[in-house]
């Protein structure tokens, strides 16, 4: 078994997966006629996620002149299910997902990272593990996964052990989902699970934020170049608003408070990216 930081690590860690905020809007200020858009977004790793989203809901709404709403859900299965039931026009998701369903979903924008609309999945292992240097060396051991949607979370590993010619349902000792990039971190980081899948993008900036979280854990095997995480919409978004959202988030890195809300996330900006930019996700597909 794992050796797990105590039991009050574990009991911390476990309540902090259960708060799962449900939805974050302001009251809107504008007239009545203006119809709000509404806006699908998964946990993201900042410390005070609330303040910036109400300061990213009042830049969008100071531009689009009308009312902006965020439905904030546990996971990607759940703001998938907002946009199909029409309760969201768009969402940030993963390249996963989008592929999945892109006859039904259309990309807006993709966030430049590094100069590139690319990210990848690390491998991550606690620090006092030297002796996990590959994938198969985890047999038996305990897997943290974030979300079962998730490209750099749950798909590439799955792949990586279907290539070596392992089956993954008998291959871990235990697996589990937090539903975070960042709760995959801090699981392996107190030692409730030996390794663990994240999105290389969390893991670097929460290197900069709070290295005394990642100090903890050793990347030990990064991906190949994916598309970054893209913001999509429902096809049936009526096309002027597509437009004109697109081109705001576009627009950002152009605008001094556009440029600072980036900076807040350490993205350079968004882009236009082609579908085929998320190609090598579908690749690694099984259908279960």
């Known amino acids: 078994m794992v050796q797990a930081g105590g039991s009050g690590s574990r009991r911390q860690f476990l ?7 449900v939805i974050c809007a302001a009251k809107s200020t504008w007239a009545e006629d203006k119809l709000p858009v509404s806006i699908g977004l998964t946990p993201v790793f900042l410390d005070d996620q609330i303040a910036f989203l109400q300061s990213w809901q009042a830049y969008l709404q100071q531009r689009l002149q009308r009312p902006v709403q965020f439905f904030q859900r546990g996971s990607y299965s759940e703001v998938l299910r907002l946009l199909q039931d029409g309760r969201v026009d768009f969402a940030w998701l993963c390249g996963f997902p989008y592929w999945r369903n892109r006859d ?12 590139k ?12 593990h030297a002796d996990i240097t590959k994938l198969s060396d985890l047999q038996g051991k305990v897997f943290a996964y974030s979300d079962p949607d998730s490209n750099s979370g749950f798909l590439y590993p799955q792949h990586q052990l279907r290539q070596s010619g392992l089956d993954s349902r008998h291959f871990f000792g235990r697996t589990f989902f937090t539903w975070s990039h960042r709760k995959v971190v801090e699981a392996v980081a107190v030692q409730l ?11 670097d900036v929460l290197a900069q934020l709070h290295p005394q979280l990642t100090s903890q854990t050793d990347i030990f095997e990064r991906s190949a170049w994916f598309g970054f995480p893209p913001v999509v919409a429902a096809q049936t978004v009526d096309t002027g608003l597509f437009s004109e959202f697109q081109s705001l988030l576009k627009g950002m890195s152009d605008d001094p408070e556009g440029k600072a809300l980036l900076k807040t996330l350490a993205l350079d900006g968004f882009t236009h990216a082609d579908p085929e930019l998320f190609a090598s996700i579908g690749e690694m597909i099984v259908e279960r």
Do not use: E, F
């Open 193 to 203: 699970a030996h390794a663990g899948s994240v999105d290389g993008y969390v893991w």
């Open 104 to 115: 039904w979903l259309k990309l807006v924008a993709t966030p430049v990272y590094q100069g």
């Open 117 to 128: 609309p690319l990210y990848q999945a690390y491998l991550i292992r606690h620090q006092q």
């Open 15 to 21: 309540q902090g997966l259960a708060c799962v905020p």
